[in-house]
């Protein structure tokens, strides 16, 4: 037996060539926020904590750049 996911699209918008997607887990609650670059098909994935889902889901490149400093200061 395989282990599916199965994730809802709670919202999802584009502005500026960036397409943000909200994401919920039905299978174990976790949350996510996709960013895909419409002109080039990049994309990254955040996994958010529930509380701060609609933080990262506004300003997904703000929340990158904070997640990035906290991880440094944890390893420091």
């Not at 997607?21 to 994935?45: I, Q």
């Amino acid at each position: 037996m395989s282990a599916t996911t199965t994730r809802t699209e709670l919202a999802q918008r584009q502005n500026d060539g960036i397409e943000v997607t909200l994401l919920w887990s039905r299978n174990d609650g976790s949350v996510a926020v996709h960013v895909r670059h419409l002109r080039t098909s990049k994309t990254f994935e955040l996994a958010v904590e529930p509380d701060q889902a609609l933080d990262a889901y506004h300003h997904p490149f703000s929340y990158t750049q904070r997640r990035s400093r906290q991880l440094v200061e944890a390893a420091a």
